[in-house]
């Protein structure tokens, strides 16, 4: 009989390379699978208590009671401060010029330009580039110019004339700028009287809203918001608080 030789086998090691070590031949998203219920496995549960096993959450708690009546005259005195103070924030200026009549006129105005007082009239230095850059905007020659210093707001007027079938149609043409810039706010045309009053009201309006937004400028004068004409055949236009009521 032949001599058999018997070796002791070899104790197999526990396999260290994670769950899917022998599972290489899975497609891909098994494997993403098995590894994801051995990684939940591995979690400790977390601690849940009450019914249902919910998590416990801490809940706010407000407890209220009635003011007493020294809170009630607190509250009281603070509305009718804050209320005093609520209508002078809209139409009076915080930082004031000294020299501005009863030293309470603004000190800056739009784009943060200052403004100065010279016996009493303010001289808006937003209103500075009208004349500084009239000669680079286009449009602005052998025209009518109405401005707003106070703004820095100002339109040019001139007439267009139009041949169109067979007709020869006039109307005004309207070129707006603000402040430093080069190009123009709008350019219309408009056909009409009526049109061309409407456009600018409209205009001075907006600007003074839209520069209400963008800045602080409380306490301006109201008289100081209008359109002054350099021609003494067209009227100024003044900032019309009426503007949109529908009986206009």
């Given at each position: 009989?032949d001599?058999i030789?018997t070796?002791?086998?070899?104790?197999?090691q526990?396999?260290?390379?994670?769950p899917?070590?022998?599972?290489?031949?899975l497609?891909?998203?098994?494997?993403?699978?098995?590894l994801?219920e051995h990684?939940r496995q591995q979690?400790p549960?977390q601690?849940?208590?009450?019914?249902?096993?919910?998590r416990?959450?801490q809940?706010?708690?407000?407890?209220?009671?009635?003011?007493?009546?020294?809170?009630?005259?607190q509250?009281?005195?603070?509305n009718?401060r804050?209320?005093e103070a609520?209508?002078?924030?809209?139409?009076d200026a915080?930082?004031?010029?000294?020299?501005?009549?009863?030293?309470?006129?603004?000190?800056?105005?739009?784009y943060k330009?200052?403004?100065?007082?010279r016996?009493?009239?303010a001289?808006?230095?937003?209103?500075?580039?009208?004349d500084?850059?009239r000669s680079l905007?286009k449009?602005?020659?052998?025209a009518?110019?109405?401005r707003?210093?106070?703004?820095?707001?100002?339109?040019?007027?001139?007439?267009?004339s139009?041949?169109?079938n067979?007709?020869?149609i006039?109307?005004v043409?309207?070129?707006?700028y603000?402040f430093?810039?080069?190009?123009?706010?709008?350019?219309?045309?408009e056909f009409s009287?009526?049109a061309?009053a409407?456009?600018l009201?409209?205009?001075?309006?907006a600007t003074?809203n839209?520069?209400n937004?963008?800045?602080?400028i409380?306490g301006?004068?109201?008289?100081d918001?209008?359109?002054e004409?350099?021609?003494?055949?067209f009227?100024?236009?003044?900032?019309?608080?009426?503007?949109?009521?529908?009986?206009?």
């Amino acid at each position: 009989m032949d001599n058999i030789l018997t070796f002791p086998k070899k104790q197999q090691q526990p396999d260290k390379r994670g769950p899917t070590a022998d599972k290489e031949a899975l497609p891909a998203g098994v494997r993403q699978r098995i590894l994801a219920e051995h990684v939940r496995q591995q979690t400790p549960a977390q601690s849940t208590s009450g019914k249902g096993g919910k998590r416990n959450k801490q809940e706010a708690v407000t407890v209220t009671r009635p003011f007493t009546q020294e809170e009630k005259q607190q509250v009281q005195h603070m509305n009718k401060r804050v209320a005093e103070a609520y209508h002078s924030l809209a139409s009076d200026a915080i930082l004031v010029h000294r020299d501005s009549p009863g030293q309470a006129g603004p000190a800056l105005g739009p784009y943060k330009m200052e403004i100065h007082y010279r016996e009493g009239k303010a001289i808006h230095t937003a209103g500075k580039y009208i004349d500084k850059l009239r000669s680079l905007r286009k449009l602005t020659h052998n025209a009518i110019e109405l401005r707003c210093d106070a703004l820095g707001h100002v339109i040019y007027l001139s007439g267009i004339s139009q041949i169109k079938n067979g007709k020869h149609i006039s109307g005004v043409r309207l070129v707006a700028y603000d402040f430093d810039n080069i190009e123009p706010t709008f350019h219309e045309v408009e056909f009409s009287p009526e049109a061309v009053a409407a456009r600018l009201l409209g205009s001075l309006a907006a600007t003074y809203n839209k520069l209400n937004r963008e800045y602080n400028i409380a306490g301006l004068n109201i008289s100081d918001i209008v359109l002054e004409s350099n021609n003494p055949g067209f009227p100024n236009v003044p900032l019309i608080k009426a503007l949109g009521r529908p009986d206009i």
